[in-house]
């Protein structure tokens, strides 16, 4: 399983963003094609599904390839710190323990770009990813305050996010001058005190918060008119989500007719929350039991995270899905520019994977 290490090494070295996974499907598509497993890419997008076995059933796993953007040690670059490096390289370690077993059922693996954006499942599912498949498996590490090397879980509750981009619009003013204008300063304040009072149930896990706010130009002695924004909503469940956006749309109206400015705003890559499926989180925990024991299978994890995952069971409910959690002391924390986590766990995360899929296409 060496390999799995030297798939990583590459793909760590390798980021690529959203959408722009060019170099990433092309390393894939290598592997599968030294293998002599039949495979398809696109012209239209990034991103790579293969499959082997036969049977009129097929069982699916999903991989994300997609790297994130974000600042490293004061540089802007393509970076994997929500581990998909890791995701993928465990499962081409499964497809390699797999591809020469005799399966009843056919094994589809998809690896899926632009999860960082939330909507590169559907274009997997555009593509079908999903046709004649009634179970998906997912993997995925986890950070150190979830789950412990060693450790794993059957199942991950992802939270579900929406993300709202909008823009102030208004007119410069000078410094000395501030009645001539509005200041879209003062109205990103109020947008910030305002979301500090929308308020649901304590029993339901939710956040709203500003997470990106530019206004300005190099000038000291302009006060800005205009401004960009950016809100992250999240909730564990659908239905609170859904509340919670309509609180914010609320809000902003208000600012928008207390400071006398226009504003414009859009809601963008909705992720829905997580529909665990039994089937298949059942055939999860007996991998891990018989592969580790019962000592190293925990509950189920629910966390505010979310994951464009859980798009594949919205567009197909009758879908038996669930993403596997694997611990690797991961720290500071997912999508913490210097992430870093015991590689060593990669090997045993192929392994429960491919024993997992192995179950599930015997049956």
Known sequence: MTSVLKWFEHFHAHPEISWKEVETT???ASILSDWSIPHRTFEDVTGVIAEI???????????DIDALWQQVDGVFRANHSCGHDANMSMVLGALEQLKDEPLQKRIRFIFQPAEEQGNGSLAMIERGALEDVTQLFGIHLRPQEELKKGQYAAAIQHGAAFFLKGEVLGDDAHGAR????????????????MLKSIYLSPFEPH???LTKVHAGSDNMNI???????????RAQQNEELLELRNRVEDM????????????????????????????SSQIASQAIEKRFGESALVERIVTSGSDDFHFYTVEKPTLDATMIGIGADLGPGLHHPHMTFD??????GAIVLADALLLAATR
């Open 343 to 348: 590689r060593d766990a990669l090997t045993d």
């Open 26 to 28: 092309r390393t894939i």
């Open 223 to 233: 006060i800005p008119g205009n401004a960009t924004f950016s809100i992250d909503v």
């Open 178 to 193: 501030p009645h001539q204008g509005q200041n879209a300063l003062d109205v990103i304040f109020t947008i910030q005190h």
């Open 207 to 209: 956040s709203v918060k």
């Open 252 to 279: 902003l109206h208000h600012v928008g007719q207390l400071h006398r400015v226009k504003m414009v705003w859009e809601w963008q890559d909705f992720t829905p929350g997580a529909v665990v499926g039994e089937r």
């Open 53 to 63: 076995g036969s049977g009129e059933d097929v069982i699916a796993v999903r991989a």
